[in-house]
């Protein structure tokens, strides 16, 4: 039976090659999709990914940095044999600084259709097949930058997806970041002052009632407080006090 349904398929490609015009690609695809061609595309159960930092120029003359990768499919755990895929193939790239990846938004998405994932197709010696794509990012010039990537792969196949068990940790390179400058003595002294008055100010705000006004008292008011008496000088009296270099006790007597 399974050599019927093989003969058979060979018939159906046969006449699908020889009937019409067609292109090396839509060769290609057609042969891809046959279950029982050399390179036909199998449905993956595993997926091994590897990212690294790369800059390239893009065909509107940017140089733009990001990410260069290549992604691996495998149809049996138990080997190493790489195959071919069909389907949609997203990277989702995050910021690695962030820690809480439950509530964080990936900064890039991308995604290759069917229709164009195989243009990305490679097959070299050791590796088998592969695919190779390159991210970018933002244009060249700015700071390094920790990245996590993500990838998941939708099958046509199946209609099943898969996602990698592990994300990707790699390194944007970049200038390094400028660290804080040290304040100099006298700023750290005048913030330490300016801090310290906006403190007095505030408690003075939360806290009125420490605030006791003070209450203005006259000379005569606070003499007579005091017990004392003002008494006025002779003419004589005077002049022996501005003539003097001491000053002078006055008694009761002399007035």
């Known amino acids: 039976m399974t050599k019927t349904l093989q003969l058979f398929a ?21 042969q891809a999709k046959n279950p029982w061609a ?18 390239q120029t893009m065909p509107e003359g ?7 990768g290549q992604v691996h499919f495998f149809d049996d755990p138990r080997n190493d044999r790489t195959v071919k895929v069909d389907g949609d193939l997203t990277v989702y790239v995050f910021d690695g600084n962030e820690k ?15 229709k164009t994932l195989d243009e ?16 970018p990012i933002d244009e060249i010039g700015g700071e390094e930058k920790p990245l996590c990537v993500v990838v998941r792969f939708d099958d046509k196949l199946n ?27 006298r700023e750290f ?23 006791q006004q003070v209450a203005f008292t006259s000379e005569e008011n606070e003499s007579k407080k005091q017990g004392v008496s003002t008494i006025s000088l002779t003419g004589s009296m005077t002049r022996r006090l501005m003539e003097s270099k001491e000053m002078i006790p006055v008694s009761t007597s002399e007035l």
Not at 100 to 114: E, V
Not at 159 to 185: H, Q, Y
Request: proline share 9%; net charge positive.
């Open 38 to 55: 050399k390179n036909a595309a199998k449905t993956p159960t595993k997926i091994v990914d590897a990212w690294n930092s790369y800059a």
């Open 10 to 30: 060979s018939v159906v490609l046969f006449a699908l090659l020889t009937v019409g015009c067609h292109t090396p690609q839509a060769v290609k695809q057609i």
């Open 120 to 135: 990305h197709h490679v097959h070299k010696k050791p590796w088998g097949h592969g695919y190779n794509f390159f991210l």
């Open 189 to 211: 002294l005048e913030s330490r002052s300016l801090l310290a008055e906006a403190n007095r100010s505030i408690t003075a705000t939360q806290h009125p009632s420490d605030i």
């Open 62 to 68: 940017k140089v733009m940095r990001g990410l260069a």
């Open 100 to 114: 809480d990846p439950a509530h964080t938004k990936p900064l890039k998405i991308y995604q290759f259709k069917s």
């Open 159 to 185: 209609g099943k997806f898969f996602v990698k068990d592990e994300p990707v940790n790699t390194l944007l390179a970049g200038r390094k970041p400028t660290p804080p400058t040290e304040p100099s003595i």
